[in-house]
């Protein structure tokens, strides 16, 4: 499968049409990825490939070739040429190729996003009994309904600063997996199990995700599970 990557625009290329067809095919699989009810990481790659080609178009006009290091990892910057004006001509195919596409990554985002709208809309995060002062710690339970488990995560939120700005950062490690085939498992009662069994958190910020979507668990529910977590602690 052709992946959606940086390299389809600076590497150099001998047919024009043959490299079209390479990144056509590379954004039918990612779209392809969210038909699939799959978000992640197709989404998110589309989106930062998007926002680093429109930073590069954006800086064209000011850019000379020998400036072109500035925006790429030096692996993916064309090797130079005999002289300027061969090497200005490979950099302006360069910036055809990606004028060309961004509409075409544009359309695939946008119908990524769609997706992720509908399963954001679908999943409620609620506590499970009351909740702590200190939530900075806890759990949080997701299902996934085609194998019939709830997946228990404990998380940690905490703040970076980083050139000045606050960021919030949340790391999960799953600890438990319970099969529940025909009866699922009450929320509390998971609570109560895993205060027994993890007595380091002796009132713990229990939060439980419902949803009654069948989609995969690693690449769509659980992502959108962690970002409308991260929304409740902000």
């Not at 702590?132 to 299902?143: A, D, F, Q």
């Not at 069994?197 to 229990?206: E, G, I, S, V």
Request: proline share 7%; aromatic share 8%; charged share 20%.
């Amino acid at each position: 499968m052709q992946k959606l990557t940086l390299e389809l625009f600076t590497c150099p290329y001998d047919d024009l049409e043959q490299r079209q067809y390479q990144i056509k095919a590379a954004i039918a699989a990612t779209v392809g990825q969210f038909r699939r009810n799959q978000l992640y990481p197709a989404l998110r790659d589309a989106i930062e490939l998007y926002r680093t080609l429109t930073h590069l178009v954006q800086q064209h006009e000011q850019l000379h070739p020998n400036d072109l290091h500035r925006f790429l990892p030096p692996a993916q910057t064309p090797p130079p040429e005999d002289t300027e004006s061969a090497a200005t001509t490979t950099i302006e195919q360069m910036f055809e190729l990606i004028r060309w596409a961004l509409p075409l990554i544009e359309d695939a985002i946008e119908e990524g996003t769609a997706l992720f709208d509908f399963v954001e809309e679908n999943i409620t995060l609620t506590n499970v009994g009351l909740l702590p002062m200190y939530t900075s710690e806890g759990y949080v339970l997701i299902p996934e309904h085609r194998t019939y488990t709830v997946h228990v995560l404990r998380y940690t939120a905490s703040q970076l600063v980083e050139h000045g700005d606050r960021y919030r950062a949340l790391r999960t490690s799953e600890v438990l997996r319970l099969q529940c085939r025909g009866i699922w498992s009450a929320p509390e009662t998971i609570k109560r199990q895993l205060i027994a069994q993890y007595p380091d958190l002796p009132n713990p910020a229990t939060f439980t995700c419902e949803t009654e979507l069948d989609f995969p668990y690693t690449e769509t529910i659980l992502p959108v599970a962690k970002r409308k977590l991260m929304q409740l602690l902000t």
